[in-house]
């Protein structure tokens, strides 16, 4: 029998559900969309002039914390036909990133990042940059629904001038989906739950307390439903809701969470 028979999966993200679809699929679990996130790609006259001043080289560091946000850089210069122009300037940057798919989108590009963080985390790419005098220097900072308070303190206690820019921000995801996400949970209805970003996480926790569960959801995911983390950095997300018990592999990727998953199921013999 396939480990995950029987079992549903509620996928949190917004991206990739075929494919995590079929992974779980090929392991016996039924998977169903909740999209928890709510991205929303920023093409406006400051993200351009924020891409002017990357091709201009007007930064001494450049710092991208996610893939989707170096794409979204790009894609707005190849709109602005500004994209060799800020391919070139990168590739002559010092850059750092937060990331395996931020480091992978910039290889896709011919760009190697001089520093890189350790474990996933914005405390990894803090120790990375900490190998490096950044006093005096002007550093761009590509952000997303995370705010990085500790990292631009990092910044500021080390003298840098940082600029933000925000290629895409997250909005609350549709009530009716967390309404329906949230009800499964409490209901039971579903055997795990599969948190793929930290914005998943506090917006269910969020709307949780919005509806007075918080605590109910707390238990559920204790006695009942397994939270299901991509990697580290989300998992402590759910650690500091207080969620005691989340399944994660040691390396963040899709394929090996789904594997973390079934041998979670496997061991418990549930």
Same mark, same amino acid.
């Given at each position: 029998m396939k480990k995950l028979a029987g079992k549903k999966i509620a996928l949190l993200g917004s991206r990739k559900i075929e494919e995590i679809s079929k992974l779980l699929q090929n392991q016996g679990g039924a998977a169903v969309s909740r999209p928890s996130q709510g991205t929303v790609l920023?093409?406006?006259?400051?993200?351009?002039?924020?891409?002017?001043?990357?091709t201009e080289c007007r930064f001494d560091w450049i710092i991208f914390t996610t893939g989707i946000g170096v794409e979204t850089i790009y894609q707005t210069?190849? #709109?602005?036909?500004r994209s060799?122009? @800020?391919? $070139?300037?990168?590739?002559?940057?010092?850059?750092?990133a937060r990331g395996y798919k931020t480091a992978n989108m910039l290889k896709n590009h011919d760009i190697m990042p001089a520093v890189?963080?350790?474990?996933?985390?914005?405390?990894?790419?803090i120790r990375g940059l900490s190998t490096h005098s950044l006093k005096g220097t002007k550093v761009a900072?590509?952000?997303h629904g995370d705010p990085a308070p500790h990292l631009k303190q990092w910044l500021e206690d080390n003298q840098a001038e940082y600029e933000?820019?925000?290629p895409y921000?997250?909005?609350?995801? #549709?009530?009716?989906?967390?309404?329906? @996400?949230? $009800?499964?949970i409490l209901d039971g209805k579903?055997?795990?739950?599969?948190f793929t970003s930290t914005p998943q996480v506090r917006n269910l926790f969020s709307f949780a307390r919005k509806k007075n569960a918080e605590e109910q959801l707390k238990t559920c995911f204790s006695d009942q439903t397994v939270a299901l983390s991509v990697g580290k950095v989300t998992a402590q997300a759910l650690h500091e809701e207080g969620i005691a018990r989340v399944i994660f592999p040691e390396v963040e990727r899709i394929g090996s969470a789904v594997i973390a998953l079934t041998r979670f199921y496997a061991e418990e013999d549930i």
């Open positions: 920023l093409k406006d006259e400051k993200l351009q002039h924020h891409v002017e001043m990357l210069a190849l #709109e602005m036909n060799d122009a @800020l391919i $070139s300037s990168l590739q002559k940057a010092n850059i750092a890189r963080d350790d474990d996933g985390s914005m405390a990894g790419l900072l590509q952000l933000e820019i925000l921000t997250h909005i609350p995801p #549709e009530e009716k989906v967390m309404n329906l @996400l949230l $009800s499964e579903l055997d795990s739950v599969f």
